[in-house]
Nanobody
């Protein structure tokens, strides 16, 4: 059973920073892609950023230059450093991993940016 445990969400003022973490547990190894998606009220879920096991990164256009994704393969953990946060970054952030052809999702963590 694969589990994803997220942490690090919360309330922050515009211009502030937050760091999200997501640890994958279970009988899991050599995870291909790890990433973060977000969903704001009345909007579709969208890619924030993802990173392959080799370290190749991909970012959504709205977060480029402000967010940084990284991972620790030994710990099966992915991180999202979010800087210069804006009110439009407010959403539930979901951790995602792609492993042996399947998608796994975390429970989501709320990020709220006040103006």
């Amino acid at each position: 059973q694969v589990q994803l445990v997220e942490s690090g969400g919360g309330l922050v003022q515009a211009g502030g920073s937050l760091r999200l973490s997501c640890a994958a547990s279970g009988n899991i190894f050599s995870i291909n892609t790890m990433g973060w998606y977000r969903q704001a009220p009345r909007k579709q879920r969208e890619l924030v950023a993802d990173i392959t096991s080799g370290g190749r990164t991909n970012y959504g256009d709205s977060v480029k230059g402000r967010f940084t994704i990284s991972r620790d393969n030994a710990k099966n953990t992915v991180y999202l450093q979010m800087n210069s946060l804006k009110p439009e970054d407010t959403a539930v952030y979901y951790c995602n991993i792609k492993w042996i052809g399947l998608n796994y999702w975390g429970q989501g963590t709320q990020v709220t940016v006040s103006s």
